[in-house]
T-cell receptor, first 109, second 114 residues
Framework: SQQGEEDPQALSIQEGENATMNCSYKTSINNLQWYRQNSGRGLVHLIL?????REKHSGRLRVTLDTSKKSSSLLITASRAADTASYFCATASGSRLTFGEGTQLTVNP | DAGVIQSPRHEVTEMGQEVTLRCKPI?????LFWYRQTMMRGLELLIYFNNNVPIDDSGMPEDRFSAKMPNASFSTLKIQPSEPRDSAVYFCASGPAGPQETQYFGPGTRLLVL
């Protein structure tokens, strides 16, 4: 079964708006990662947050991790049409990454 | 850096045929992973190698699937015989620092078994 579950499954916003995606998981983790997948392409690593970190930033991306609630969120600020993609969280535990089912983000110009 | 290279990008074959997928990892990466992505099951880890040695093949669905890594710059995933339910996108990924760290994915091979 999937370790991480993203919410929402799909999100449609206007260019310039912020997009927030959430990931919940069940077991303890060493780190949590977010990946982006454009249609027909491979996954691209965005950011990694370790279990002892609470927040991390990378450009327009902000990731939070709450290990007590077993959840993470990915915030994309000032979204662009080029941000349209599927976003996956991946939890690291048991010597592997386990990927969620993804959130499909559509940014309308 | 060329990134992870996979071939072929698309493969259409008939049930019962042998299929071989190929991967060239990023130079210097000690870990190589094979994943399968389907709508029903999402992204699943099939097998991973460390320094050319298979470490965890618990995700390989059955004996029809086999993977090899004869050297640090080449890996194959073979399906023999192929079945329609094997239709999926197969990704190869590599990483420098362990199965729980950042992974770099190839563009994938889209396999259709008729």
């Amino acid at each position: 079964s999937q370790q991480g579950e993203e919410d929402p499954q799909a999100l449609s916003i206007q260019e310039g708006e912020n997009a927030t995606m959430n990931c919940s998981y069940k077991t303890s983790i060493n780190n949590l990662q977010w990946y982006r997948q454009n249609s027909g392409r491979g996954l691209v690593h965005l950011i990694l947050i370790r279990s002892n970190e609470r927040e991390k930033h990378s450009g327009r991306l902000r990731v939070t991790l709450d290990t007590s609630k077993k959840s993470s969120s990915l915030l994309i600020t000032a979204s662009r049409a080029a941000d349209t993609a599927s976003y996956f969280c991946a939890t690291a535990s048991g010597s592997r990454l386990t990927f969620g089912e993804g959130t499909q983000l559509t940014v309308n110009p | 850096d060329a990134g992870v290279i996979q071939s072929p990008r698309h493969e259409v074959t008939e049930m019962g045929q042998e299929v071989t997928l190929r991967c060239k990892p990023i130079s210097g990466h000690d870990y190589l992973f094979w994943y399968r992505q389907t709508m029903m099951r999402g992204l699943e880890l099939l097998i991973y190698f460390n320094n050319n040695v298979p470490i965890d093949d618990s995700g390989m669905p059955e004996d029809r699937f086999s993977a090899k890594m004869p050297n640090a710059s080449f890996s194959t995933l073979k399906i023999q015989p192929s079945e329609p339910r094997d239709s999926a996108v197969y990704f190869c990924a590599s990483g420098p620092a362990g199965p729980q760290e950042t992974q770099y994915f190839g563009p994938g091979t889209r396999l259709l078994v008729l």
